[in-house]
């Protein structure tokens, strides 16, 4: 089965290769997002612990 | 326990009729959803026999999803829902109370003016009939779901579209037997009793729960 | 107490972390190797020579994670409010966006599926009319969700709304399938794992394995986030940054 054969797909290429694509996307997009919340979380904590570490020292 | 449930269904009802307009607001917005359709689709007289009972079902629908919000807001501006959570009397009662007196209010002057869409449709009496004796069945139902999507989202911003968007997929199952009766005894004449038979029991089985759940939905919106 | 030990969020965090990288192997392998099977060992020529039942793949695993994910949504919502344990709520609200893009995916594939197979993007079956009402419940959920402030009242609103939804969800299920009560023949739909030829249907099985995989990966690192959002000004939280 050559590629260009396996692309075309019996003719449905875009189709079968297209939702492919689409969840790929969101199943790559989802964690991503994720994580960036993730660090944004942890260096929100990082700042709150700075503050109270100078409140602490006046 | 009965003369509770009275009590606050004679309350209901009674500010409810010192606001008289607000009750014609719900009944004339029914009457321009369904005079909008024809207006929208044509006036070929087959085709909106056809369309008729839908038409007049999703115009129900929307106006008893339009109607909730006041169910709880007033009680609930002015304190009262409070009081009513400390009464000694099991809230699903008074809930079932206010429920009540919403449908008197919003539901069946629907269904009284169900006709005025049979003329405007050219529908036979026979049909007409059937359509008031669905919507008779049907618009408690809506009354009582959308109760509790009405206690969930009490108070919050944009309260009015967040319960169409909550209740509304919960309304299929009335939409689909309370226009499908209408249709098949239209068209097909055939029997609609398998239609009367399942949305009767839709309507006792949100008889049973949907009171609890709205008090359930209560407490966790007033806590 | 050695399991209740992990209802605490606190304790539940470093868990979730353990677990996170191990289930995104498992979902790599397993999607990587039923998309394997399905696209190469199959027959290369099916009875009616369509090439196309490779969108079932995807479509299958997406439209069980769906419902799958709806279902935990609704359990982790009934045990929060029986228990009243704080994390079973985060547990349902994690729950939600990845069981909605899972349907959605799902309803994306079958709407395809529909185009090949019947000829039109959208077709009122049944089977699609409901992914697409178990849509509009993923997106009631996830909107009463938002529009809660209060995070308490947001987990045991949006609870209730899950567990309302279940219950009406089987009448729906029958109103949609049998519309009509007078000739509505067969409600059961036989179902369509019959005549599936096996390697297909393995595939689609490792792959639905490496959904429900990738699923857990996702809502557990969700789930991480809510509880640090939660917990922020907690002493444990604060300790967490300093290693």
């Known amino acids: 089965m050559s590629i260009s054969e396996f692309l075309a797909m019996g003719g449905y290429g875009y189709y079968v290769w297209g939702i492919m694509l689409l969840a790929l996307v969101i199943m790559v997009f989802e964690p991503m997002s994720l994580k960036q919340q993730h660090q944004r979380l942890l260096q929100r904590i990082k700042r709150n612990n700075r503050l109270q570490q100078k409140g602490r020292k006046r | 326990m009965l003369n509770t449930f009275f009590m606050i269904l004679q309350r209901d009802v009674k500010l409810a009729l010192r606001r008289r307009s607000e009750i014609f607001t719900v009944l004339f917005f029914f009457i321009i959803v369904v005079s909008l359709f024809p207006l929208g689709i044509g006036f070929d007289e087959k085709m909106l026999q056809g369309i008729a009972p839908g038409v007049a079902w999703i115009a129900a629908l929307l106006a008893s999803m339009l109607a909730l919000e006041r169910l709880f807001e007033a009680d609930y501006a002015d304190g009262t829902l409070e009081q009513m959570l400390l009464a000694p009397q099991p809230l699903s009662v008074l809930v079932f109370a206010k429920i009540t007196a919403h449908w008197l209010l919003t539901g069946l002057p629907l269904v009284l003016v169900a006709p005025v869409v049979g003329l405007l449709y050219h529908l036979e009496a026979e049909t007409v009939g059937v359509m008031m004796f669905m919507l008779l069945l049907g618009t408690p139902i809506l009354s009582m779901i959308g109760a509790i999507g009405a206690a969930l989202t009490l108070g919050l911003r944009g309260g009015g579209v967040l319960i169409s968007l909550l209740i509304l997929p919960l309304y299929l199952p009335v939409l689909v037997y309370g226009s499908g009766a209408v249709y098949e005894s239209a068209l097909q004449s055939g029997n609609i009793e398998p239609h009367t038979l399942l949305l009767s029991a839709f309507l006792l089985l949100s008889l049973i729960f949907a009171p609890w759940a709205t008090a359930a939905a209560l407490k966790i919106s007033l806590e | ?243």
Not at chain 3, 54 to 66: E, P, R, T
Not at chain 3, 104 to 121: C, H, P
């Open chain 3, 1 to 243: 107490m050695s399991l209740f030990k992990y209802s605490a969020p606190m304790n539940f965090y470093p868990l979730a972390g353990r677990l996170i990288p191990l289930f995104w192997i498992a979902a790599l392998l397993l999607i990587a190797f039923g998309l394997y099977w399905g696209f190469f060992e199959t027959p290369y020529v099916l009875s009616d020579q369509k090439q196309y039942y490779h969108i079932l793949f995807v479509h299958v695993a997406a439209s069980w994670m769906g419902m799958w994910l709806y279902g935990m949504m609704v359990f982790w919502g009934l045990v929060g409010l029986i228990f009243n344990t704080r994390l079973s709520f985060m547990m349902a609200k994690a729950t939600a966006v990845t069981g909605a893009l899972m349907q959605l995916i799902a309803l994306v594939s079958g709407a395809v599926w529909g185009k090949v197979s019947w000829g039109t993007w959208w077709e009122w079956d049944p089977r699609l009319t409901l992914s697409l009402i178990l849509m509009f419940l993923y997106i009631g959920y996830i909107a009463l969700q938002s529009a809660i402030d209060d995070p308490r009242r947001a987990d045991k609103a949006s609870a209730v709304l899950a567990l309302l939804g279940s219950a009406v969800l089987p009448v729906i299920y029958y109103s949609v399938n049998c519309p009509n009560p007078n000739e509505c023949a067969s409600l059961h739909q036989e179902s369509s794992f019959k005549g599936v030829e096996f390697n297909i249907l393995l595939a689609m099985l490792v792959t639905a394995l490496g959904f429900w995989a990738y699923s857990f990966a996702t809502i557990l690192m969700r789930v991480r986030n809510i509880i640090l959002e939660r917990e922020i000004n907690t002493q444990w939280v604060a300790q967490l940054s300093k290693n």
